[in-house]
């Protein structure tokens, strides 16, 4: 019986967390979500997942309700109430703290504690002076840590000095959902005369390095008759907007908004663009190739364990604009060559990184804990 806290809005630690808590219910655990809303891609009834939803009282006295608090005391009833084994909370901010206390509310118990740090939870909220060390008490109080790539693993090492026994599982992709779509109408709409595509998905924060993005279309939309999709939303909306507006390239720039079935729309393109300041992994990335987009992904973090640079995909520098604005020409100039990155990018994805091969990584974690 398990666990899991995630962030249930979109974002790829809600995605692996629930994806995660599927396939263990598939397999036949009883798994327990104990989040503040209902994670997205669990919008219908599943056998063997349950929901508990956290209760955020309101009170004059508070600033903001304290989530940290109200989790943890969900965390202690429902490992109470279903005899849970195993609490698996992502991002280690605050999960973990709720977990910590939880677990210390319930003693004696035998209820273990696996915290899985995906990116920002280290990179940069960790490291925020007021969370520090309360980060780093963190990853060594609970039973087990993962990281979602050795480039966190290290990462955390080098900034923290613990992690040493940190296990490295990689995100995954189920190549059922995530597959090419061939001859999809779809594409018919975005591209009515044959145009290219170039998509970007992500929750449109500063990390994610936008404005690259637009420069790059820019440069790209100059050689190539090419359309970009915007997919998703977040603070940098507004300023990405604006900068489309300003280039002139309003009719040549689709904005979707927040999209759940994401397997839907990156079929239709030719190439994903992720050109983030750094990324921990990069799970958008992974399931682009699995349905044989090519991606073309920043080179800062850990996205080089699954991109092989000229051979499934491309990994360039946040800053290298035109770098990437000619690795993009040259794709879309070369459509014999795209197609063999694209079958090299759906089957590098979808042997190492399919679901069943790092299910098996973390099941093989529960089991050495029980
Ligand atoms: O850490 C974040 O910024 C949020 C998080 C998320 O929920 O999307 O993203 C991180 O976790 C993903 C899932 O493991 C990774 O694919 C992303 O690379 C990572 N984000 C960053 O490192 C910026």
New binding site residues.
């Given amino acids: 019986t398990i666990g899991i806290t995630?962030?249930p809005d979109?974002?790829?630690?809600?995605?692996?967390a629930t994806e995660l808590g599927l396939h263990l219910a598939r397999h036949g655990c009883e798994v327990h979500f104990i989040t503040s809303s209902l994670p997205f891609r669990l919008r219908s009834y599943i056998e063997n997942i349950f929901f508990h939803e956290v209760e955020l009282p309101d009170y004059p006295v508070f600033r903001s309700s304290p989530y940290t608090l109200s989790l943890a005391t969900a965390m202690q009833d429902v490992a109470k109430k279903f005899s849970l084994d195993i609490l698996h909370v992502?991002?280690a901010i605050p999960h973990a703290a709720s977990a910590f206390l939880a677990k210390e509310m319930l003693q004696p118990t035998k209820l273990k504690i696996i915290t899985?740090l995906?990116?920002?939870?280290?990179?940069?909220?960790g490291q925020e002076p007021s969370f520090f060390p309360m980060t780093r008490f963190l990853i060594e109080k609970s039973d087990a840590v993962t990281a979602?790539?050795d480039f966190?693993k290290q990462e955390t090492r080098r900034v923290f000095g613990v992690g040493d026994d940190i296990q490295v599982i990689p995100?995954f992709v189920d190549s059922r959902v995530f597959k090419p779509i061939p001859n999809s109408e779809l594409r018919l709409e975005f591209a009515p005369h044959g145009e290219k595509l170039l998509l970007h998905a992500s929750?449109f924060?500063k990390?994610?390095n936008i404005p690259a993005v637009i420069d790059v279309f820019n440069l790209v939309s100059k050689k190539s008759n090419a359309r970009l999709l915007m997919v998703g939303d977040g603070p940098e909306m507004p300023e990405t907007k604006k900068r489309v507006s300003d280039l002139g390239l309003a009719h040549r720039v689709d904005f979707l908004g927040k999209e759940d079935h994401l397997e839907r729309i990156l079929p239709v393109a030719d190439v994903l663009l992720l050109p983030?300041?750094?990324?921990?992994?990069?799970?958008?990335a992974?399931e682009a190739m699995a349905c044989g987009v090519v991606p073309v992904v920043t080179s800062v973090?850990?996205?080089s364990e699954f991109i092989n640079d000229g051979h499934n995909g491309f990994l360039r520098a946040p800053d290298d604009v035109d770098g990437m604005a000619e690795t993009i020409v040259n794709i879309f100039e070369n459509d014999d060559h795209r197609q063999i990155l694209s079958e090299y990018a759906r089957q590098d994805a979808t042997m190492d990184f399919g679901a069943s091969c790092v299910m098996r990584q973390y099941l093989d974690l529960y089991e050495s804990l029980l």
Avoid: M, P
């Fill in positions: 995630c962030y979109q974002g790829g630690s809600g995605v692996v992502h991002y899985t995906h990116g920002t939870d280290i990179t940069l909220v979602v790539s966190l995100n929750n924060r990390v994610k983030s300041l750094h990324e921990s992994f990069g799970l958008v992974l973090g850990g996205a």
